[in-house]
């Protein structure tokens, strides 16, 4: 694969999560969140997305978001639950995408905010359209997503590199 090849980021903010009395990282989804995650799935496979590769944090609401939205897909990727994903800073959120193999086409993070509407932000240095303004009006929703592309490596990624091409979010 040539490093010219175009290269597909789909940023997913896990689904709406319920309060109970447990550790932040052990919060699962509320009913509303297990309603919304396949619909995100369903919206995902429904555009023709596929991927070589998802990067999952290991919050139980991304675990159990991806869960839900994975049957929706055509077909399962090779999923790692990356511990580095919960509470990732934007920096942390870059790095981890300057370490994805070079094999890998189109990637899926499934993660938290404020991390993956600071990461969709800072890699879209274009956008089509208004959809880099939706999407910083909408404040990126619990199990919305944005699609950024980009040409070149992984380990080429940085700020502004990518072009937005899509964003949704469940109720917008």
């Not at 597909?8 to 990282?25: N, Y």
């Not at 300057?98 to 938290?112: A, F, R, S, T, Y």
């Not at 509407?117 to 089509?128: K, P, Q, R, T, V």
Request: net charge negative; glycine share 6%; hydrophobic share 40%.
């Amino acid at each position: 694969m040539s490093v010219e090849t175009p290269r597909r980021i789909v940023l997913l903010r896990h689904a709406k999560a319920d309060w109970p009395q447990v550790s932040d990282h052990e919060r699962p989804l509320a009913e509303r969140g297990r309603q919304d995650a396949p619909v995100a799935g369903r919206r995902l496979a429904d555009a023709g997305h596929r991927f070589d590769l998802a990067l999952c944090s290991t919050a139980a609401r991304t675990r159990e978001t991806w869960k839900l939205a994975v049957h929706e897909l055509p077909e399962r990727p090779k999923t790692v639950y990356e511990e580095r994903m919960y509470e990732a800073s934007l920096g942390e959120l870059i790095a981890l995408l300057n370490e994805v193999q070079d094999d890998v086409h189109d990637l899926l993070l499934i993660g938290h905010n404020p991390g993956m509407h600071a990461l969709a932000d800072a890699l879209s240095g274009e956008a089509e359209g208004d959809l880099l303004a939706r999407m910083n009006r909408s404040g990126f929703p619990t199990a919305a997503f944005a699609v950024v592309t980009f040409e070149g490596t992984w380990k080429s990624v940085e700020h502004g590199v990518g072009r937005l091409v899509d964003f949704w979010a469940p109720h917008a």
